[in-house]
């Protein structure tokens, strides 16, 4: 069967997973009631979301882990369809996810219900995987460090690559989380992200990397499935923070992380609004730069409908990837 090919029937795969068991998956988080907890400070239409089952992240992270993990396993019978590096995207998914699940639980049912784990605790986790994964790509995988459009061959940064990637996994990992917020918006932009890395690896021979990218769309529709809206569940931190950093894993070991700006452009807008939102309250002592962050929000106050934003973000969200993949192929 041909790369591409395989690919897409990976994506089909794993996309039907997905569904099927997507249903007994809803009925075990609302028998054990775990319901999504809304801010006060959110616009008052969201309360009607209380109680909606969240954690729905797992609905993606088993199907992806069981496809690779079992995929890798026939390896042992002499079949190549997975190779060993995907262990690394796989390692970020399920370490994030766990951390995220952790996290939403916190929320739910620990002393800080309805917060969850603190803030300095989580970031610090987050590094501390960061700087791992990090250290992985650049020392135990044969990735490119750096494509930069228009120059051939990739170039080499030295020292600083690792403090590099691991900030951009890191952030990635919070921009995608300050994207959930709206049914539907954080899959759809991470689906399409996927799919550009998934196309780009498949050019450059990166067979492995382009089928565990499109297994992680199917599966990413398979979750839309359930989450459009009015959505019956939502991905919570198990879901945004694993994408994110699994996203930022992926775009490092294609060499074109350079470009992830413009193909995450709305997690990346989301992450901006918050950071100049609380830098702007600080200097002006208690001015608001936009009426809520993340920017969602603030267009949501404007009057937006839900739909509206999440439909115009993810157009926006594909031209500017049409535009990052074009600039990748200079």
């Not at 939403?104 to 603190?118: A, F, T």
Request: charged fraction near 10%; charge should be positive; include cysteine.
């Amino acid at each position: 069967m041909k790369p591409t090919s395989l690919a897409l029937a990976l994506a089909g795969l794993s996309f039907m997973m997905t569904v099927i068991w997507g249903g007994p998956l809803l009925r075990i988080l609302r028998y054990f009631k775990i319901g999504k907890q809304i801010r006060i400070e959110e616009p008052g239409k969201h309360f009607t979301k209380m109680g909606t089952p969240t954690m729905g992240g797992v609905m993606v992270i088993v199907p992806v882990a069981m496809l690779t993990i079992l995929l890798n396993a026939v390896s042992l019978i002499g079949l190549n369809i997975f190779g060993r590096s995907m262990l690394v995207p796989l390692f970020a998914m399920l370490a994030y996810g766990f951390l995220g699940a952790v996290d939403d639980w916190q929320g739910l049912y620990g002393k800080r219900k309805g917060e969850g784990m603190r803030a300095r605790t989580k970031f610090i986790v987050q590094i501390l995987l960061a700087v791992g994964l990090a250290l992985v790509i650049r020392y135990g995988l044969d990735a490119p460090e750096i494509y930069i459009p228009g120059i051939p061959g990739d170039l080499n940064l030295g020292i600083w690559y690792v403090p590099i990637a691991a900030i951009i996994i890191a952030g990635m990992s919070n921009a995608v989380n300050f994207t959930d917020g709206l049914d539907g918006l954080a899959g759809l932009i991470s689906a399409t992200a996927f799919t550009a890395y998934g196309g780009l690896a498949l050019m450059q021979g990166q067979i492995f990397l382009a089928r565990f990218c499109f297994t992680m769309v199917g599966a990413l529709f398979g979750f839309l499935w359930f989450n459009v809206h009015p959505a019956e569940l939502f991905m919570g931190d198990t879901g945004s923070l694993s994408l994110g950093s699994t996203l930022a894993v992926v775009a490092l070991m294609t060499g074109h992380w350079i470009i992830l700006p413009l193909i995450a452009i709305i997690p990346v807008s989301e992450l901006l609004s918050v950071i100049i939102q609380v830098a702007y309250f600080k200097i002006t002592k208690g001015r608001r730069f936009f009426k809520m962050a993340p920017i969602h929000l603030h267009f949501e106050l404007m009057g937006w409908s839900e739909t509206q934003i999440v439909q115009r973000f993810w157009l926006i969200g594909l031209l500017s990837t049409m535009l990052g993949i074009g600039l990748a192929l200079v």
